[in-house]
């Protein structure tokens, strides 16, 4: 046998010398592969006769200790794996048994390294993540802050919450030192300013687009005049030549475009959305914060593909959201959507254009010949009509803010007097009241509120007024660890003894709500259980429990993963920016509807129904019920349809594929990752990619087959890509196929597959049966899943108790979701310190 690289060749020297292993940390069954592979392909030239290398292997004692041990018998398996060992003119394994000592070896280092890592529950003290950043502004003060304003602080891996991953700098204080300064200055026009009534602001878009149409079709077709009767350029009044020579080259697009786009019956009433007129826009001015409603008035011009009766609305920032019209430009029908606006928006403003991919919008001819034919090039082709747009507000959010009922304690905020603006002799008592609500109900330091009055006279003596002077200490505030970090133990705690009531408030808040408890959670007797019990239920029943969903799912689900893959939409025609939004909300409000109806887990496996809006249905070829709202809705599936569950999810999809074609591989992998919470091993170094496979046109099966000729592929290929086969029927972006291009070809799609434990299925329905029969697997993915949620940290060895507590009591049930949530927070792990 050819020598090892020397980090394996120490270590494998090393065994011999190892003291015998307590039971914890045996490796029982890769020993049971692993030692006849190496009496019958090592111990020849590593054994008692003959040590190559200085290595020797016939008495290698089955441990592994610490993590170096951990990292040798990687560099192990990356030797078996890389085809390093045996060398080529020794006796060689065949595939099956190479197989079965990778899978081995692969499960004993992936389960050593996950006791290895045990902490011991250990809590790493963490920060607030952006969202309960910007929850817990508006807990404060009734608005929230966009993500992009929150400074970024380094990259997750796991969950935002897990505080072992949480980096924090000099840099990063003076950024949230000068946000809390923007958030408090935001605070005193917003917090004492009462509350303004509901106002309705119509735009009608036509009024000054068909205008400047008018005018400038006017202004060419004079010059087109002239340039008959033979005038110079000068004479028709452009700049030069060259502009002359432009306009006069493309006097088809923009003049008779425009033309024939004004004979349309009622461009003096509305907007017709073309490639004249690309979009329609309206804006209010909105110095308040809070909730408005979009309301958009319109039809639909003709008898046109589903996807063009879908409108994309937007903004400067980002996209809102999706709407799908429904009327005609005769008969006009009003749909809306609710918009948000956060701190520092002085204005809301929205577009509305087909939701066509953005690549297209100077290139709609050809978009819309790939997708309904040649037609009339000289045809605007508008699908959409706009008749007006309102945009109406502000609906203040339920409940007073914490700030507002301090400077407000026995009226009606701006409308009744304040003992404490800005009465000198109450700023010491502001301050303090501030600070305690801040840093959610632990008592500061008086020292601390001493020096911070401090700040503020010395601000005021140099001349600043009361607001600026506060707004420093506001902000200082802000930007300290008590406001910035959870402060969950005190240090008199133990680690196993239940957390102090207001510590345990925090947490089951921050946990169900990404904010700070109200008064009723801080109030109540967490250390009753009935108690306890009774909040949790009230938590999870609050609409700010939305913020779980999103925060959780959007982690769980790796939406960064699919936010990080392109589409190529010139190709992919049916995919856009607005359902490539639509696509993730559809997983969050999947899980919601899961939480709501407390059904089994089994669901992200395979469902009845879907939860989608009007976007969504068309991709998938369904009818929504009732489209006058962006809202999502759920909607039951034929029977004989293959969707349901997360696997057939477009967001779901795409992650499994490279954004041009299909990925069995990576698809297979996220449902066994996801679904049957057996994550496959990292690929061994030097593996080539699928697409390397064949220099010809090869289907995605084939493609994959071959791939897993190579044994040290095969060993994990297995589960993964029968499960990856599954899925094959629908594409890059989760539509239903029944075909794949092969080169000029169109070649059917096969299926089925079989699963190393003998199951078998034809296709993605029989697929789904068969992985329902792992629903405990999935479970256990749920619940260490949360529980690292939950408790900002990893889930270790040591939790297995806790974890197999919370899994037996809810089998009975099949593990419903809200009930998994629910027992998480009530387990003693999370109760605990």
Known sequence: ????????????????????????????????????????????????????????????????????????????????????????????????ELSHALDALTGAVLEARRRLTDHGGEVTLRRLNKREYSNTVKHLFGFGVAPDDIPDVGEITSFDTVGSEQFFSSSNFEAFLELGRKVAVESFRYNLSAKRPVKTERTEPETRRTKQLREKLADLDRKMALKKTGASWKEMGFKDEGEMEIIFRQWDSRAELPRRYLQYPLVDSGVYISDVAKWASAAMHTDIRGEYIVRIHGGINGDVDPL?????????????????????????????????????????????????????????????????????????????????????????????????????????????????????????????????????????????????????????????????????????????????YHHESDPSTTPGEQLPNRELAARLSYYLWSSPPDNELYAADLGDPNVYS?????????????????????????????????????????????????????????????????????????????????ALATHYGLDLPNNKSAAFQRVALPKDSPRGGLMTQTAFLIMGSNGERSSPVIRGALVMEKLLHDAPAPPPPNVPELSSASSEPMSNRAMVKLHQQRAVCASCHRKMDAIGFGLENFDTIGRWRDTETVGRQDVAIDPSGTLPSGEAFADVSELKQVLLNQQDALAREMVESLLAYGLGRTIEFSDGDDVEAILKKLQPADYPMRSIIREVALSALFRSK
């Open 534 to 614: 009774a909040q949790v239920d009230r938590l999870l029943a609050d609409p700010r429990a939305n913020s779980f969903r999103e925060g959780f799912v959007s982690q769980w689900a790796e939406f960064d993963r699919y936010d990080a893959i392109t589409i190529d939409t010139r190709k992919l025609i049916h995919f856009n920016e607005g359902l490539q939004r639509d696509a993730k909300q559809e997983v969050i409000e999947f899980f919601g509807a899961l939480i709501d109806e407390n059904l089994p887990v089994s669901n992200l496996i395979d469902s009845d129904f879907l939860m989608i809006n009007s």
């Open 1 to 96: 046998m050819k020598m090892l690289l020397p980090a394996v060749t120490f270590f494998l020297a090393a065994f011999s010398q190892l003291d015998a292993l307590a039971a914890d940390h045996a490796l029982p069954h890769a020993r049971k592969s692993l030692a006849p592979f190496l009496n019958t392909y090592c111990v020849s030239c590593h054994g008692a006769q003959e040590q190559n290398g200085q290595v020797r292997l016939d008495n290698v004692q089955w441990q592994i200790t610490n993590n170096d041990h951990a990292q040798r018998w990687q560099d192990v398996l990356d030797q078996l794996n890389g085809g390093d060992m045996p060398p080529d003119d020794a006796k060689q394994p065949s595939n099956d």
């Open 308 to 484: 063009r009766r879908v409108v994309r609305i937007w903004d400067r920032h980002s996209i809102r959201g999706t709407l799908e019209l429904s009327g005609t430009p005769a008969a006009p029908e009003s749909v809306e959507m609710r918009a948000h606006q956060q701190m520092g928006r002085s204005h809301l403003g929205v577009n509305i254009r087909e939701n066509v991919p953005e690549s297209t919008i100077n290139s709609m001819r050809g978009y819309l010949n790939k997708l309904q034919g040649n037609g009339d090039q000289r045809d605007p082709r508008a699908a959409v009509f706009i008749d007006w747009i309102e945009l109406e507000g502000p609906y203040y959010p339920a409940g007073r803010p914490a700030w507002e009922a301090i400077l407000y304690p026995d009226g009606e905020t701006g409308k009744s007097p304040s003992p404490y603006i800005w009465n000198p002799n109450k700023i010491h008592e502001l301050i303090e009241k501030f600070a305690f609500e801040a840093f959610r109900h632990r008592q500061p330091e008086p020292e601390y509120i001493d020096g911070l009055h401090q700040i503020y006279q010395q601000h005021v003596a140099e001349g600043m007024n009361a607001k600026d002077a506060m707004v420093e200490v506001m902000a200082i505030v802000m930007a300290s660890p008590a406001f910035l």
